[in-house]
């Protein structure tokens, strides 16, 4: 009772910032926070059964320009549109999961191979410059405010949009945890051969996880795109946006429901401190910042923080 009296507390909190505090700046903040935690909540979906990836930049980019491009040249409703993003990032996730779980490729590897799948979309991108801008990516075109056309000149639109975006993929998490799926995903991770040996499909279930994290990720992406109406392959495929969705997620605790979105609320914040103090002196180095803290987190705190505060919690209780 008094932890859904919390949820309900912090819901309603959020639900009436932009009314108390209708700052701009303050809701495009909150906004990001938004979009950025529906990504990495994706990303855990798969990350929590022990596929970490490090390549879902490719599926964040496939989504944005599969319907930024039918958006620009067709007119093509981006609701429409990131649902065929989101089944071309399956597709994806579908042809080099398969690969890499029948011929065993799992752990270090497996993330070695995604991370060199998104910067090969991203190269992509780059290199049929004539339709998609290249290097230099693409502005989408402007339509006002239209909710069919996913474009608002108000930011509290987006707001509340996003919000709800996140609100759905925090239920997804919650129907893979009741599911099935999540007791074989669980027992593949602990042991693989003894997980086989009982007849569980590995194959199977680890491709549909993370073709649910694909697609899902994919519609994060034109999320992101519709929001900020401009299209970069370094902003929106690549090694770059792949590590941050990664230690987003990782440092607010991927195997739980509000980890990542704990994650990315703090980082986000403090991204926006740091740009507003240092410029941009801090984005140069925030890809080895990055890296290095990734690392760094999965060795010494691969529960993440709000993992960690949980079995904090729970040893004080036994003792």
Not at 68 to 77: A, D, E, H, K
Request: charged share 10%; hydrophobic share 55%; proline share 3%.
């Amino acid at each position: 009772m008094r932890a859904a009296a919390v949820l309900i507390v912090i819901f309603a909190a959020i639900l009436s910032f932009p009314h108390f505090f209708p700052s701009p700046y303050l809701i495009h903040i909150g906004t990001l926070i938004f979009i950025f935690s529906f990504i990495t909540t994706a990303w855990s979906y798969m990350g929590r059964f022990g596929l970490v990836s490090l390549g879902h930049g490719a599926f964040l980019g496939i989504g944005a320009y599969t319907s930024g491009l039918l958006f620009n040249y067709y007119g093509l409703s981006p609701w429409i549109g990131m649902i065929l993003g989101g089944a071309v990032a399956v597709l994806f996730a579908m042809i080099i999961g398969y690969a890499c779980f029948r011929f065993g490729v799992i752990g270090d590897y497996f993330a070695l191979v995604t991370l060199a799948l998104g910067e090969v979309v991203a190269l992509t991108i780059i290199a049929f410059r004539d339709v998609t801008g290249g290097s230099l990516g693409f502005t989408l075109k402007s339509m006002g405010t239209s909710l069919l056309y996913l474009q608002s000149e108000q930011k509290i639109h987006f707001y509340y949009i996003t919000l709800g975006f996140l609100i759905l993929s925090l239920l997804v998490w919650k129907w893979i945890d009741r599911s099935k799926m999540q007791k074989a995903l669980r027992a593949i991770g602990e042991d693989e051969i003894a997980a086989s040996t009982l007849g569980v499909g590995i194959i199977r279930y680890k491709v549909i996880i993370t073709s649910i994290s694909a697609f899902t990720t994919a519609i994060g992406g034109v999320l992101y795109a519709q929001y900020i109406t401009y299209l970069n392959p370094h902003t929106l495929a690549g090694v770059p946006p792949s590590l941050e969705i990664a230690f987003k997620a990782i440092l607010g605790g991927m195997f739980s429901l509000w980890g990542p979105a704990i994650g990315t609320a703090l980082i986000v914040s403090l991204e926006e401190y740091f740009r507003v103090a240092y410029g941009s002196t801090f984005v140069g180095f925030s890809q080895i910042i990055y890296g290095l803290a990734l690392v760094l987190l999965i060795i010494f705190l691969p529960k993440g923080i709000y993992g960690s505060i949980q079995d904090f919690v729970t040893r004080r209780k036994k003792s």
